[in-house]
């Protein structure tokens, strides 16, 4: 899909498309492990740190638990309803998803999007293998959510917005496909001080 919108901050789409393939070549890495990948625990462990539900953890395939890297429990934020209609944005290898899928039940439908092929991969690999129904995963090129306006009653990401080059085009997107009252629930880092220049000019630090 076309990208309807400009982005922020001034970044040209030449580099716009470097930054994504720089996330795109380290993600595809992390779809088989994230083991030593990152300075915050992952996999198994991190999702027993940041504690989810040890049920899901425990029924998890362990392949999809090993790529697991998100940075906080979206699911701590509020209640998923049983027929829910819920988006992953950024949804790595699917372990949010899955989680997501046996709260909102046979009724319901939770649908993930990434920008790296091998993570979308991945997902459809492991929920298949768990025997998941109720799921749909897409690779996206851009910020922009292949789903129409007013499609999902909850919008859940964990670790991706800040590595997005157009995090209001996010925004705007994730406004967009949730219902009116809908929710957003996600988890995410921020910057607390300036990154030194040589970084800030990198579109390769964007996925360290
Ligand atoms: C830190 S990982 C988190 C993955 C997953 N949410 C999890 O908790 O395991 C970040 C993910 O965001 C994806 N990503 C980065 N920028 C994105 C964008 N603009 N749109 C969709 N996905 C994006 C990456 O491909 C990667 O799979």
Redesign the pocket.
Known sequence: MPEKSGCEYGVSPEDREAI?NS??QK?AE?SISAGGKFNYPTGRIGAETLRYEPDAIRQAPSGLLE?????GNPFSLGEIRPGATLL??????G??LFVASRLVGRAGLVCG????KD?IDQTISHLDHAGIRNYEAWQ?D??IIPYPDNFFDVVL????IN??PCKLT?FREIYRVLTPGGRMQFADVILEHDLPADMKDSPEAWSQ
């Open positions: 994504r996330i795109r993600y992390v790529s697991f890297c998100g940075v992953d944005f950024g949804c790595g290898s372990f949010d999007v990434d920008l790296t993570m996206i851009s910020e990401s964990n670790g991706v590595l997005s996010c």
